[in-house]
């Protein structure tokens, strides 16, 4: 077994590995940090989020600069705020006994004229978010034209969040010769154009296989009605009592909607989405590590400044848009050598989205069954037996015992045993008497299959801009119906289909009446495959393009319903997004079911 000492480390860097309890180094360390140590070279190393990357290119870094000089010669850029202060913070305790040393911290939300003046004091190390790196070196506030190591952590992320454009702007102003060292957990095609664009002749470091998933997260999926997903989510939640999750949603509204829901019915839970304030996005963070929070519902924008090692469970309330999102997902628990488990809540329409998934991270999920209200219920009464068995008596209760003893002389062991657990039990028991049983099975009838669905037509398509899940959205926007009462969106190049129940049908039909985008006619009708009903098309003046009914697309943007996600929209025009006003709910109170 190595050691961070036959790495080659410095007594330095040494010291304070011993101070952090590190013992031994990680798979991604113990094959970079020699290589960065001993040559000059650019390096694209692929591990999984959790398996010691920081330290892998941060050890290098502080071994390499000169903390004697005032010049920057090393730049770290990360996706979020809240991964850029892990970093500086975690290559702050790695640095603890060089004296002079200096890194600085740049990203949005915070005074920029603070910190220009820090690196104007001279900081050897910058982390930064790559939005206000740019803007920090078009305002001529930073110098990287003297760096010699530049990382791109995170690179995957940084690239899906639209940063692509942001890197090479600020690349561009440092040298040619330096050393670039690209971290990232998958290698999409747009990571490998960035290594092929700014990189020479990279070292190749890969842990496992390239985009596959954490060895020590097994994967789980759930096949419900779409109708069902809440319902599912909190009976994956009330079977496993000791959960420590976060649970991702597609978007920001559809976060802040479940954290809600969760909250009202008495679970310890939160949202964290870009819509919080930086305050709230901190208090939310604060109360999930301290375990105030048991279920930290997330935008995967949002969650990659998540950095906890003890997360039992990762739940796909919604599957991403990009397959490739999933591995980071699954990457939020099963860390420091833990076992996690990653769960996928999906209707039948889905399910060939898990076949994808599964190419792509080589493994096999196991289809499991959404647990009984009575099995749930016993699960919650054995973890009170296992609890009261591990709590450690407080003796300063002896002083009332003889009443104690009075009150309950008339009982039994077995009644006094019967009267504590149906306390527990019976809240359980009368939430779950009547439940139904929520699972379904692949060849079921389910809501895009049934007489009572409705299959349309419409002239928009991939030409447009629109993926299925971005026109899934557009269309329960404009027509303010649920997440999943829209479904069976099949989008091709130049026109898409769509399904919803037909009780829904007058509606679709009323809101595409002479309806406009962007100044083109888009008609809506019901599709030939859609039980034999005929082909009908709706004509209603609409006016200017504006939606009459469930939002609008005109001068005022989405009047109603508005379009939340954390990317921008997939579709073409001009229109602004609504804003939503954050709820500033943090968590519930105590953790209670039912």
């Not at 180094?25 to 290589?35: A, C, F, L, R």
């Not at 209603?540 to 954390?566: A, Q």
Request: hydrophobic share 35%; glycine share 8%; with cysteine.
């Amino acid at each position: 077994m190595s050691t961070f000492k036959s790495l080659g480390l410095d007594e330095n860097l040494l010291q304070a590995v011993t101070d952090m309890g590190f013992e031994s180094p990680s798979e991604v360390q113990e094959k970079t940090i020699p290589i960065l140590l001993d040559r000059e070279t650019d390096m694209v190393s692929l591990a999984q989020t959790g398996t010691g990357k920081t330290a892998a290119f941060g050890f290098p870094m502080l071994q390499k600069i000169n903390v004697d000089s005032r010049t920057t010669q090393g730049l770290i850029l990360s996706p979020t705020r809240e991964l850029c202060l892990q970093i500086t913070n975690e290559m702050n305790n790695y640095g603890k006994y060089m004296k002079g040393l200096n890194i600085t911290a740049v990203y949005g939300g915070a005074s920029i004229t603070d910190q220009a003046r820090q690196i104007k004091r001279g900081s050897q190390i910058i982390v930064a978010t790559p939005g206000r790196m740019k803007d920090m070196i078009g305002r001529g506030m930073i110098d990287i034209s003297k760096i010699e190591y530049c990382v791109l952590d995170e690179a995957d992320e940084m690239l899906n969040m639209g940063f692509y454009e942001d890197i090479s702007e600020i690349l561009s102003h440092s040298p040619k010769d330096k050393s670039t060292w690209l971290f990232s957990a998958t290698m999409p095609k747009e990571v490998a154009s960035i290594a092929k664009k700014f990189m020479h002749t990279p070292v190749e470091i890969t842990i496992g296989s390239k985009n596959v998933g954490s060895e020590n997260v097994s994967h789980e999926y759930y096949l419900v009605n779409a109708r069902d997903r809440y319902l599912a989510l909190k009976r994956l939640a009330d079977a496993n009592p000791d959960i420590f999750s976060v649970i991702f949603c597609r978007t920001k509204r559809d976060t802040q909607k479940v954290a809600e829901q969760l909250i009202t019915d008495g679970y310890n839970a939160a949202a964290l989405h870009g819509d919080l304030s930086q305050n709230q996005r901190d208090l939310v963070m604060k109360s999930f590590r301290t375990r105030q929070i048991q279920m930290l519902v997330a935008t995967d924008v949002a969650a990659r400044g998540i950095d906890v090692d003890d997360i039992t469970h990762v739940i796909n309330y919604q599957l991403p848009d990009e397959i490739e999102t999933y591995t980071h997902r699954s990457g939020r628990t099963g860390r420091a050598g833990k076992s996690g488990v990653s769960m996928v809540i999906v209707s039948k329409s889905e399910l060939r989205k898990i076949k994808a998934i599964e190419k792509i991270i080589q493994k096999k999920f196991e289809q499991k069954d959404i647990p009984s209200g009575m099995e749930i219920c016993e699960v919650q009464l054995f973890h009170l037996a296992n609890s009261i068995k591990n709590t450690e008596i407080n003796h300063e209760i002896d002083a009332y015992l003889p009443n104690i003893n009075e009150v309950l002389s008339d009982f039994s062991k077995e009644e006094l045993i019967k009267k504590v657990f149906s306390v527990e039990f019976t809240r359980f028991y009368n939430y779950y008497k009547k439940s139904k049983d929520l699972n379904t099975a692949a060849g079921d009838p389910s809501q895009g299959d049934s007489k009572d669905s409705v299959r349309y037509f419409i002239n928009i398509g991939g030409k447009d801009d629109f993926n299925w899940m971005s026109l899934k959205d557009f269309l329960r926007d404009l027509l303010q119906l649920g997440q999943d009462d829209v479904y069976k969106v099949d989008v091709k190049d130049s026109f898409s289909f769509f399904n919803t129940d037909a009780k829904h049908q007058d509606l679709v039909l009323s809101i595409f009446n002479d309806f406009k985008l962007d100044g083109r006619t888009i008609s809506v009708e019901i599709s030939k495959d859609s039980g034999g009903r005929s082909r009908k098309k709706g004509r209603r003046r609409g006016g200017d393009g504006d939606f009459k009914k469930g939002g609008g697309r005109g001068k005022g943007g989405f009047n109603k319903g508005g379009r939340s996600s954390d990317d921008k929209p997939k579709f073409k025009g001009k229109s602004r997004r609504r804003s939503e006003k954050p709820n500033a709910k943090g968590t519930g109170g105590r953790r209670r079911r039912g």
